[in-house]
């Protein structure tokens, strides 16, 4: 069992950072890959980016690719979400989610029926 909870939301300008953080519990996160998906309002949860349990980025989706960057440190159980040149269109609800380590091929890493635990997400608002 894993539970995850997500830190680092709030309001920036157009151009601003963000540092998301997904802090897990449980002994086996080192067993998990990790995932970042959004979903904004009246859209569908969406891929942002994955981290393999080793600490090797996966993939990007092309709307961040170069401006978010995803790391992981395993002794604190956490994965992070560094955020960039943010856009208005970055505005949503941003959620961690983790599945065991294993296929890390892309249609099963961007797909949010792949994971198993989901943190209860946090917000993300970029003024224009």
Do not use: H
């Amino acid at each position: 069992q894993v539970q995850l909870v997500e830190s680092g939301g709030g309001l920036v300008q157009a151009g601003g950072s963000l540092r998301l953080s997904c802090t897990a519990s449980g002994r086996t996160f080192s067993s998990y890959d990790m995932g970042w998906f959004r979903q904004a309002p009246g859209k569908e949860r969406e891929f942002v980016g994955a981290i393999r349990w080793n600490g090797e980025p996966l993939y990007y989706a092309d709307s961040v690719k170069g401006r978010f960057t995803i790391s992981r440190d395993n002794a604190k159980k956490t994965v992070a979400l560094q955020m960039n040149v943010l856009k208005p269109e970055d505005t949503a609800v941003y959620y961690c989610a983790a599945k065991l380590a294993g296929n890390i091929a892309r249609a099963v890493v961007t797909t949010t029926t792949t994971y198993t635990y989901w943190g209860q997400g946090t917000q993300v608002t970029v003024s224009s």
